[in-house]
T-cell receptor, first 113, second 114 residues
């Protein structure tokens, strides 16, 4: 069956450290993978998109890697801040030729001062 | 700039009552429109999507229906709510461009069915 898996346990880190979140998928062949941030009671906000032919993408303190052999994406936040505390969702394109995203359950990140 | 509005933000409804959630998008034309549901502790589940007026595709069989009466309006409805319909409903729009591919979400509507 098709699955997208993110660590359901919250990730607690100290301010200034690098947070690394994992997204694994099975039985999908996505053309791209995306990461979103969701704050409690709010809609998700798009952060980064990485295509299947890209190994790495950066935006300010954010970095995403995409390994289609391992079927895994890693999402890094460097120099983390308490304001980075949120739930982070990965989403992938089903590869059906239409913009339909499938989302993981998300990982909650808590950054302590 | 583009904006997306969704309402109501919160509602509590008895089992068996009807439902209507509305979503409108401004600042773009011919968007792809989506309804997702997020149940507690679960990921976003795609319910419906639409590529144009009157064109609705359902992802999962359920007690809900969707309509797109205008280009930038998307409505989620039910004739009789079930307890299992409780959740956080999110409307989203996208450009349908696989090169960008991002979705823009509304603020959500939290539905509690009692």
């Amino acid at each position: 069956s098709q699955k997208i898996e993110q660590n359901s346990e919250a990730l607690n880190i100290q301010e200034g450290k690098t947070a690394t979140l994992t997204c694994n998928y099975t039985n999908y062949s996505p053309a791209y993978l995306q990461w979103y941030r969701q704050d409690p009671g709010r809609g998700p906000v798009f952060l980064l998109l990485i295509r299947e032919n890209e190994k790495e993408k950066r935006k300010e303190r954010l970095k995403v890697t995409f390994d289609t052999t391992l079927k895994q994406s890693l999402f890094h936040i460097t120099a983390s801040q308490p304001a980075d505390s949120a739930t982070y969702l990965c989403a992938l394109d089903r590869g059906t030729g239409f913009q339909k995203l499938v989302f993981g359950t998300g990982t909650r990140l808590l950054v302590s001062p | 700039s583009q904006t997306i509005h969704q309402w109501p933000a919160t509602l509590v409804q008895p089992v068996g009552s009807p439902l209507s959630l509305e979503c409108t998008v401004e600042g773009t034309s011919n968007p792809n429109l989506y309804w997702y549901r997020q149940a507690a502790g679960r990921g976003l589940q795609l319910l419906f999507y639409s590529v144009g007026i009157g064109q609705i595709s359902s992802e999962v069989p359920q007690n809900l229906s969707a309509s797109r009466p205008q280009d930038r309006q998307f409505i989620l409805s039910s004739k009789k709510l079930l307890l299992s319909d409780s959740g956080f409903y999110l409307c989203a729009w996208g450009k349908g461009d696989r090169e960008t591919g991002e979705l823009f979400f509304g603020e959500g509507s939290r539905l509690t069915v009692l």
